[in-house]
């Protein structure tokens, strides 16, 4: 098969309501013109995440983050590495970020939280949710789920003295002081998120909500890992691996 092959079979898997946002946040960023006989999924495209894919002998990396346009010059400095190497790339973002067995769902599952709502609408997709434990837990305890889940430690504030019931979550990037105002809105008790900065922390302080922030790269890997096992149930003829990220957000080596 090719890549195109294996881009449909991913596509398939989602339900498609809006064609032109679905295509413009997600699909093939550099097809090597190969058979793929072995897919790589990792949550970022860097030269780091190609170069241990080239070592690992992988045909076609599937990620969640195509290469930032944030970082100049990175993204055409990965397309010449995987022309390079001979590896095709896919990524699939905001559609990830909103499906069932998405960024989203899929960690507040491995946190065993019912999904009450959809919640942070843009162009038709939701990139946020509001959930619920069936019986309130300590603040600290969650604090210890998610250092555990995500292998390495998060940072956290505690703004409120209650035990936690209702959790707001946006996978990623929920630093704006809007994404949490959604939160604060919907009555949560915490708000858990990839990424923070002074007015996040402050704004958290001021609505008295708790506030817990992993990674932005391995809060949203459990999204990635999961449209790669189902890619793996459809195409059974793929080898499909998991490529290793560093904890370089949260300034530690993995081990």
Sequence with gaps: MNASQVAESINNLFTITNKEVYSNESGITYDAVKK???VGYCVNLTLETIEEARVHGIDMMVTHHDAW???FGL???CIEKLAEYGISHYFNHLPLDDCSFGTND???KTLHLQIMKRTHEWEGFYFGRVAEYEKEIEFHDLVHNMENILEEPVRYWRFNDKKIKRVGLVCGNGAPTACL???VEHDCDVYI???CNLYTIQYAQFKGINLIVGSHTFIELFGIQNLALR???????LQVVRIDEKHYEANIEKK
């Design 36 to 38: 793929v006989k072995k």
């Design 69 to 71: 346009d944030e970082i």
């Design 75 to 77: 993204k055409e400095a």
């Design 106 to 108: 899929s960690l507040l």
């Design 181 to 183: 105002k959604e939160a």
């Design 193 to 195: 998120t990839g990424e």
């Design 231 to 237: 890619l793996s149930e459809v195409m059974k003829e």
